[in-house]
């Protein structure tokens, strides 16, 4: 049985830069600070290393931002809804998704479909639920807030998925499906099968120097990705 572990932005979904706009708006609300997040690589990263590095910028240490992260992820969560609202034509689920999706919740005995994200839990329940996919669709998922190194998040995902399907998964048997590089070193960290996906923000040459076991250009194909999630 395959466990299947799903980015969602730029992978499953678009939103727009709902996620950064939200997080400006927040840091404008707590500290003052304007466009706080501008010249920052968001791709790959979870949101404690973004808010980290954000931080950083205004020669803000570690610590401060590491105890700060919860009241300001209470704002940004407050603001990311508002964005999404607002921005919700910008917001969408990426080509062959919906379908892929439908075709993996039917063959549940083959493998188990989960999260493996940057976004703190209640980030990613808003952005699928604003791109209309289910939350229910997930059967467990690995979070940001839950490590700020998205390579810690796969040990995460192996015992959620453990407790969820009560017994116990090989990284080996796991599958990261991502559209950066740090999708890719996840996989590539633990031994599991690493899938990339040029539907977000790394473009397919950059995916390609890091050398993932298969690189789509999208999941259009739904059989096609089908046989080579399933195995
Ligand atoms: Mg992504």
């Known amino acids: ?31 003052g600070w304007e466009a ?17 590095e954000t931080f950083a910028l205004r020669g803000e240490p570690p610590e401060r931002a590491a105890a700060e992260l919860p009241r300001i992820a209470q704002v940004y ?11 919700r034509a910008g917001c969408a689920s990426l080509p062959g998704i919906t379908a892929l999706l439908d ?16 976004n703190i839990e209640g980030g990613a329940r808003r952005k699928l639920e604003a791109c209309g996919l289910a939350w229910a669709t997930f ?11 998205r390579v810690d998040l796969l040990p995460v995902a192996l015992e959620r998925a453990r407790a969820c399907a009560g017994r ?30 040029a539907t ?11 050398a993932p076991d298969v690189l789509l ?6 059989d096609a990705a089908l046989r080579l999630l399933t195995g």
């Open 1 to 31: 049985m395959r466990l299947l572990l799903f980015d969602i932005d730029g992978t499953l979904v678009r939103t727009d830069g709902a996620g950064r706009r939200a997080l400006d708006a927040a840091l404008a609300e707590l500290y």
């Open 36 to 52: 706080a997040t501008r010249g920052l690589w968001f791709g790959g990263k979870t949101d404690p290393l973004i808010v980290r």
């Open 77 to 87: 969560l407050r603001h990311l809804e508002r964005e999404l609202e607002v921005g």
């Open 103 to 118: 075709a993996l919740c039917a063959r549940e005995g083959e493998c188990l479909v989960a999260l493996l994200t940057g």
């Open 139 to 149: 059967r467990c998922g690995a979070f940001g807030d839950e490590a700020p190194r």
């Open 168 to 197: 116990a998964f090989d990284p080996r048997a796991a599958v990261v499906i991502g559209d950066t590089p740090a999708d890719i070193e996840v996989a590539r960290a633990h031994g599991a099968l690493a899938i990339a996906v």
């Open 200 to 210: 977000g923000a790394s473009p397919r040459e950059s995916l390609a120097e890091h």
């Open 217 to 222: 250009d999208d999941l259009s194909d739904v």
